[in-house]
């Protein structure tokens, strides 16, 4: 029996210390499924484990509500414990691959895009695409880089660095992530 393909949403919210203050609001603007949906990947590295805890059912409560995919950086028994749709993280992190979740891969070059092959990833964030605040002066793939590697991808590719809705149009790519043009 073949596996379900997941819709992966066209809209995904990256969190983090930078934009925790306005994800309650942020997370009811988001696109609903009928306008090609969304997710939120819940990182929050900065908080202890108790707290980064509560800070990911409060969320992910919201998210849920409106609609949207909760995925988790990290393991995926955290993944599985806490209740998310998925995982977050470089392909080689993902594994071993676990059917009941999403598999969304990082990927920044060729290399890791096979990779993501490799395991069956569900989908795909290439970044950075363009320049970034939280990267200032760092190396970017552009419009044309972005798009030669995400032909190489199995799965769908999501558009990370610099993103925002005007420039997903302007790339011409429906799948986009962000995590300033919230903040």
């Known amino acids: 029996m073949a596996a379900i393909q997941p819709r992966i949403p066209n809209v995904w919210l990256l969190t983090d210390e930078r934009n925790d203050k306005a994800l309650e609001t942020v997370l009811g603007f988001l696109p609903d499924t009928r306008h090609g949906g969304s997710a939120v990947v819940f990182r929050h590295y900065h908080l202890p484990p108790v707290e980064r805890y509560a800070r990911f059912r409060a969320l992910a409560r919201i998210a849920r509500a409106q609609g949207h995919l909760v995925i988790l950086s990290d ?5 599985r414990e806490w209740g998310a749709d998925g995982i977050y993280g470089a392909p080689l992190s993902l594994t071993p691959r676990r059917r009941d979740l999403l598999h969304i891969a990082t990927a920044h070059n060729l290399r890791e895009i096979a990779q993501a092959n490799r395991i ?3 989908a795909v964030m ?3 695409v363009f320049p970034t605040r939280s990267h200032p002066g760092a190396k970017t793939l552009g419009a044309q880089r972005f798009l030669h590697l995400a032909r190489h991808s ?3 590719v999501i558009a990370l660095g610099g993103m925002d809705s005007h420039r997903a149009r302007r790339l011409q790519w429906p799948r986009w992530a962000g995590i300033g043009f919230v903040s």
Not at 75 to 79: F, I, K, V
């Open 75 to 79: 393991s995926a028994l955290t993944a």
């Open 120 to 122: 069956g990833a569900d």
């Open 126 to 128: 290439l970044s950075p």
């Open 154 to 156: 199995q799965a769908p």
